[in-house]
């Protein structure tokens, strides 16, 4: 099992996102190098979310809590999703 962890920008989220991007990249980082986060990205053209695969419920939890985009606005809600993928 995964956990999908899907992001929705806030209202004026997309114009905050710059001064917020490389701090939100190194927890990126470092949650893939920890093995707890397979992959994320942004979706929509524009971007109007992202998604992130994570190995547990706690690592998706642990990343939103304290991620730069969740605390400055960048990112309206939150929502995390058990997922049972079926070709792995």
């Known amino acids: ?10 209202e004026g ?10 701090s939100h990249q190194a927890r990126l980082r470092e949650f893939h190098g920890r093995g707890v986060l ?7 053209t524009p971007p109007v979310g992202a998604l992130g695969v994570f190995t547990s419920r706690a ?9 730069p985009f ?7 809600k939150c929502t995390i999703h058990d997922w049972n993928e079926d070709l792995a």
């Open 70 to 76: 969740m605390l400055n606005g960048v990112v309206g």
């Open 13 to 22: 989220g997309l114009a905050k996102a710059p001064a917020h991007i490389a």
């Open 1 to 10: 099992m995964k956990v999908l962890m899907f992001y929705e920008l806030a």
């Open 38 to 44: 397979l992959m994320a990205g942004p979706y929509g």
């Open 59 to 67: 690592a998706a939890e642990e990343f939103a809590r304290d991620d």
